[in-house]
Each structure stands twice: as structure tokens, then as C-alpha cells.
């Protein structure tokens, strides 16, 4: 991204994008996403340029419905794509579109090898996930890769570390309006950290607006929820929490 210190990146994270009907709480429909790019699109001076449009998991609607619909209205996408999904899990894109994706102006950025929540890992499957994937990445489309998204939103210091000795100078979370900048310590340069809002399929047009201007009642808020939810992790555990929250909303992993 190469923002200026003084910016605050407004970061939307999509998932699925669908015109069918989905159970999945974060699919959406190709029509409402054209409504989101075109407020991301026609956002003016500094809110323009801040505003960042992710998507996790390299699901095929990425190629069918969200890469058409940000190069009509001259939108950077950046995706985070799972390695080890690419060509063996349905539903999801293939080399080739990772590649087409890429060449047609988007930035490819690592969501992990396997979607493993990185905070749980142990060492050597931490270094596998985010080394690994890193290198898998840049063999295929031929580019640098700098930036990783944490799978399921879970992170802390150590795999921030991780990300570091991988050589990745952004890593993405799911805390809206969170921005740390890059820094060194221990004489390790750390990468920024940047927070995102995950768009739900019942998000309106005007929370989606008002996140983008950086409108601190409406970013306040949704941190709030976000932080409620930590809250809730805390009290009846990741596991458990991550069981209930799939089985009420989610057809597959974020």
C-alpha cells in the first residue's frame, strides 16, 4: 500500500460473492458489491486513496463476479489466496486465475498454506504456513509477495514475528480500524499491521460508506463488535467459539 504515516488505511475483506442464495453470512451478491465499488470508487482526495478492497480464501466468485466488477470501475483488488486449496479444494480458483488475477493489475497476497488459525500453530507449522506459502506464491505468479491475512482473523506476537522473518511487510487482521506501522524491534523489522472490516451479507450501503470516510462513530462501532466477539472467544474458548460461530453462519471457512 505505501501509505503515508498519516493515513489510516479503511480496509473492507470480502469472501464469497454469489447471485445465488447462500446459508454463508459473508456472501454477498454480485449487485450489492457493485454498489460497494462504487463508493469505494468515487470516494474523493485522501479517502479514495486509503480505501483498500481484500478478499480471503480465492473463491471462484472472485473471478466470475469481483475481478470483472473492479476493473470496470478501475478498482485495485487484493487477494489472499490459500496455497494448499489452489487446485484441490471445490469451489475454489486454480494457478491459472491466481495468475490472470495478478497480470490483470491486483495485488496476490498469502492467506496461509492450509487456512490453519496461524495463532495455534506450533513452529515448524508456522514457518510452513507462512514461509512456504510466501515462496509457493511467488514461484507461480512470477512476482514478489509482501503481505499475508490472518486465517479466521487470529493472530499475536509471535506470528507477527513469523511474518517478519518471512519477509512479509504487511500483515492484514479482522479488527476494523486497527493500523499499526511497521517497526523495528529486537532488531527485527516487523511489518505493519492493518485491520479490516469483514462486509457481511446484511452490511448496509451506509456502514460501508461511513467506514470508508473513516467515520469515527461508525468505526468505533464496529470495533465495538469486534471486540465483543473477543470477549466472547476469551470466555468459552477459541475452539468452542469457532464451532458455534460456523454451525450459525458460516458455509465455510473466512
Same mark, same amino acid.
Given at each position: ?11 473492507? *475483506? ?17 449487485? $450489492? ?82 487456512? $490453519? ?26 512476482? *514478489? ?11 499475536? /506476537? ?16 479482522? /479488527? ?15 511489518? *505493519? ?24 462513530? *461508525? ?36
Amino acid at each position: 500500500m505505501n501509505l503515508p504515516s498519516t493515513i489510516v488505511p479503511h480496509v473492507l *475483506a470480502y469472501h464469497e460473492i454469489d447471485d445465488q442464495n447462500s446459508a454463508d453470512v459473508y456472501c454477498i451478491s454480485p449487485d $450489492i458489491f457493485m454498489s460497494h465499488m462504487w463508493a469505494a470508487a468515487h470516494g474523493a482526495g485522501q479517502i479514495k486513496q486509503s480505501a483498500h478492497i481484500t478478499f480471503d480464501d480465492g473463491h471462484v466468485s472472485h473471478m466470475r463476479w469481483a475481478v470483472p466488477i473492479l476493473n470496470e470501475l478501475d478498482v485495485q483488488g487484493h487477494f489472499f489466496i490459500p496455497t494448499a486449496w489452489m487446485e484441490s479444494k471445490h469451489g475454489y480458483i486454480n494457478w491459472n486465475d491466481v495468475r490472470s488475477i495478478a497480470e490483470q493489475g491486483h495485488r496476490i497476497g498469502s492467506h496461509g498454506a492450509t487456512h $490453519i488459525f496461524l495463532s495455534a500453530c506450533n513452529p515448524s507449522q508456522l514457518e510452513q504456513e507462512v514461509r512456504n506459502s510466501r515462496l509457493i506464491l511467488e514461484d507461480k505468479i512470477g512476482r *514478489a509477495v509482501t503481505s499475508i491475512s490472518m486465517p479466521g482473523g487470529r493472530w499475536n /506476537e509471535t506470528v507477527i514475528r513469523a511474518c517478519a522473518v518471512a519477509g512479509y511487510e504487511e500483515v492484514y487482521t479482522s /479488527e476494523p480500524g486497527m493500523y499499526r506501522t511497521a517497526t523495528v524491534k529486537n532488531s527485527v523489522q516487523l511489518p *505493519a499491521v492493518i485491520g479490516r472490516f469483514a462486509v457481511r451479507r446484511k452490511t448496509s450501503l451506509r456502514t460501508i460508506a461511513a467506514y470508508l470516510e473513516g467515520d469515527l462513530f *461508525a468505526v468505533s462501532r464496529l470495533r465495538g463488535m469486534y471486540l465483543f466477539r473477543q470477549l466472547a472467544k476469551r470466555t468459552i474458548g477459541d475452539r468452542g467459539y469457532q464451532h458455534i460461530w460456523s454451525s450459525l453462519f458460516r458455509a465455510m471457512p473466512g
